[in-house]
């Protein structure tokens, strides 16, 4: 029995060993953020998260103002509702064309996290129609939204090469809840993807899935378009941690190598204990 002690020592570092990607349930407050470039197109808000080691988030709002309706950078604009929109066009300064809105341009913010997080809730702190699409970054590298057109991020429209995956078309009320907190609240992301970079736009056609018919499988009727105005309040997802490691998704080989190194040693110690008990050659 003596000669098993090694193993099963071998076996208890192993099973001990921290995990290489641990989850984190985490939020995200839309509202008190700071503020890079404010009171210009292209600015930029961080947030950061409800919980210790959640990470933050870096928002930027973007439409279709450019030439041949690529996109630009907007302002992202704070209010108590959440964030809101001001793009190019003049008049999208005014309400309600001030919160993320489809009214004569596609607004979008785009969310930047220094994790990988795999979103599953979005909250609408004010609005008055509030349909909405969801993508995620799936591509290589940093995603570049200028100069191109929505249809062009969306692989599903374009063969694989704007990078960005559909999460979800989600429309109000069918696929949000209100529980008595005077917000919106969207559950998204039944199927799990993580990235971390998402688009958040007002209910856009460019990313319906080829084929739809019905709302049923992710299409934006031309009739749920054009009246859709909010301010995006809060995110919730799950942050995916590494231990051990450097940067994101980091897994920590050298520290699982060196448990490896020290226990093949006591496995060979095994082996000739058990071979002389055997009596073979270890
Ligand atoms: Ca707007
Ligand atoms: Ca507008
Ligand atoms: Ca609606
Ligand atoms: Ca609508």
Same mark, same amino acid.
């Given at each position: ?25 985490? =939020? ?5 953020? =700071? ?6 197109? /292209? ?6 998260? +409800? ?11 973007? $439409? ?7 996109? @630009?950078?907007? @302002?992202?604009?704070?209010?108590? &509702?959440?964030? &809101? ?8 300064? /005014? ?16 969310? =930047? ?7 599953? @809730? ?5 609005? #008055? ?35 960005? @995956? ?29 990235? =971390? ?15 739809? +018919? ?7 009727? /031309? ?7 909010? #301010? ?22 050298? $520290? ?27």
């Amino acid at each position: 029995m003596k000669y098993f002690a090694p193993f099963l020592l071998v076996l208890g570092l192993l099973v001990s060993l921290p995990q290489a990607q641990a989850s984190l349930a985490t =939020s995200w407050t839309l509202t008190n953020g =700071s503020c890079s470039g404010c009171g210009s197109y /292209g600015n930029v808000r961080s947030f950061g998260a +409800s919980t210790v080691d959640g990470g933050d988030v870096a928002a930027s709002a973007w $439409a279709d103002t450019g030439t041949g309706n690529t996109l @630009e950078t907007a @302002e992202l604009k704070s209010w108590s &509702g959440g964030l &809101g929109i001001t793009n190019r066009s003049g008049a999208d300064g /005014g309400y309600p064309n001030h919160a993320i809105d489809n009214r004569d341009n596609y607004d979008a913010v785009l969310f =930047s996290f220094d994790k990988t997080v795999s979103l599953d @809730e979005i909250v609408i702190g004010w609005w #008055k129609d509030a349909d909405l699409s969801v993508l995620a970054y799936t591509g290589s590298g940093t995603p570049d939204l200028a100069g191109q057109t929505y249809a062009a991020l969306d692989d599903a429209q374009n063969g694989s090469m704007g990078g960005w @995956e559909l999460v979800g078309n989600y429309f109000d009320p069918q696929d949000s809840s209100e529980p008595g907190d005077g917000k919106l609240h969207y559950n998204i992301n039944s199927g799990g993807i993580s990235s =971390s970079y998402w688009l958040v736009s007002a209910l856009n056609p460019a990313f319906n899935t080829p084929g739809c +018919s019905s709302r049923a499988i992710d299409c934006a009727p /031309g009739n749920y378009l054009g009246n859709d105005y909010f #301010k995006l309040y809060a995110l919730a997802g799950t942050v995916t941690t590494s231990s051990g490691g450097g940067g994101n998704n980091t897994v920590p080989a050298p $520290a699982s190598l060196l448990l490896l190194a020290l226990g093949l040693p006591l496995l060979r110690l095994s082996w000739r204990g058990i071979a002389r008990h055997a009596g073979v050659p270890a």
